[in-house]
């Protein structure tokens, strides 16, 4: 490698064809550019890859997991309970309704939350479980509803789908999971409520946007579980604008006040040819993942493990841990690397680090094993835009200036 040699190698850009432009364009000439068909035709593709009845597409993974806190009645008084180690956008939506923010610590040397703990922070104000699919793989769900199982006896519901559940309800943060499996099973089969993300940088992008899924085993009217999430999305209005669109059919009632929160035919455009690419999509990133792994778990770099006889992850994000570092020595050698025209990232910065959670009571030194797998996390560049020579010139670069140790 030319040791002078510098590219540019984003970390996640956009994955857009001249496809998604035409279809997009066809939206624009249709004279219909908010929510209406395509995104009808989008949810019913994204309820048939999953492999579920419905889908709601929304603006966003955030809104989609407040809608649903909101639809299974949390509130005030109500605890819910995640990892410490996430987005923000997982754990605000908590106080956003109202119900007050439980953080469980990983597990260590794992990104995900430390599973023999979950079952203790339950409470009698237990209502939900957001697990997090950190990077595209799925958390081990079997844990997370022994869990819930073994504290079933201090469920109390407040409301008639509460009851329907009669235990506390799992929703799945998986704004980076969208096409992960596990045990045969695709990420929205597992979780009751499963929330995922199309924002710019996600495997499949409509810009903005986010969907939600339910399991088909839940004994839920689907038809009115679709119509709530409809109704919080569109102001509480009861009837839509394509259905205004009907000649005399302008009258509507507002039976709640609701939120604007909905998707575009312009978004789900672009989503649906995103969605006709996208198993290719994850095979390339499986190859990128391979090359990845080949090149650096020689060196004693620990990683994410997306892959296993029983695992398939989404490859959304390349995580990378290196050994005996500080959160300096980090943040230099991420400075390196964007010298050499490689954008790398952190993935992520624990909550009760931020100044938002820190106001909420949050300290970090309760939660140390998390600040441990941040402390030395570095995510690599991961996107299907990529060439080989763009990941051997990444691998090398990254070998050269942890090997060189000035840091």
Known sequence: MNSTEIRNIPFSPPDITEAEIE???????????????????????????VGTNKAVCLNSATSAMELTLRILGVGPGDEVITSAYTYTATASVIDHVG???????????????DYSKLAEAIT???KVVIPVDLAGKMCDYERIYEAVESKKHLFKPNNEIQEVFNRIIVMADAAHAFGAEQNGKKCGQVADFTCYSFHAV???????????????????DDEEVYKQY????????????LAKTQKGAWEYDIVYPGYKCNMTDIMASIGLV???????????????????????????????RHYNLNTRSSGHLYLTRIPNINERERNNIILKMAQKGISC???????????????LGFHIGDYQNAFNMYKNEISLPLHTSMSNDDIKFVIETFKGIISNRQL
């Open 124 to 126: 009698e104000r237990t």
């Open 230 to 241: 409809m109704l919080y999305s569109l102001h509480g209005q009861s009837k839509d604008a």
């Open 274 to 304: 995103q969605l006709d690419r996208y198993e290719n999509q994850l095979e390339r990133r499986r190859e990128i993942i391979e090359l990845y792994d080949e090149a650096l778990l020689p060196l004693g770099i620990q990683i994410i």
């Open 202 to 220: 996600k495997n499949l992008t409509t810009a903005e946007g986010g969907a939600v899924v339910w399991r088909n085993e839940l004994n839920l």
């Open 23 to 49: 279809e997009v364009v066809s939206a624009l000439k249709s004279g219909w550019i908010t929510t209406g068909p395509k995104t009808k035709e989008f949810e019913k593709r994204i309820a048939e890859y």
């Open 99 to 113: 119900a007050k923010i439980v953080l469980v610590d990983t597990a260590p040397d794992s990104f995900e939350m």
């Open 345 to 359: 990232n952190v993935h992520y910065k624990p909550l009760p680090m931020l100044t938002a959670y820190k106001k």
